[in-house]
């Protein structure tokens, strides 16, 4: 049963990676003008991984970044802990 846990929450943390850097490479072409922002693909995606980026963007003060968003690279280190732990509990 804890196998099982620790794959599912695997699989859920690589895929809320991988939607994370699509969200990142397409904010990119969306600043680039390569991609419209309501494009439904860029507002699904964007739409899904706000939710998530939205706590590290509060806790992370603009004047500390520089005006630079580092939310994903929080989220990204906050679900590497997440896969960490639970494999260390089970």
Do not use: C, K
């Not at 005006?67 to 997440?82: A, C, K, M, N, R």
């Amino acid at each position: 049963m804890s196998i099982a846990i620790a794959q599912l929450v695997d699989q859920i943390v690589s895929v809320v990676e991988i939607l994370v850097l699509f969200a990142v490479v397409l904010s990119w072409l969306v600043l680039l003008r390569v991609v419209s922002p309501y494009h439904p693909l860029v507002r699904f995606i964007f739409n899904l991984t706000e939710p998530l980026f939205a706590p590290f963007r509060r806790l992370l003060s603009p004047m500390v970044t520089g005006g630079i968003d580092l939310s994903p690279i929080f989220l990204l280190i906050f679900l590497e802990l997440v896969r960490q732990v639970v494999h260390m509990l089970l």
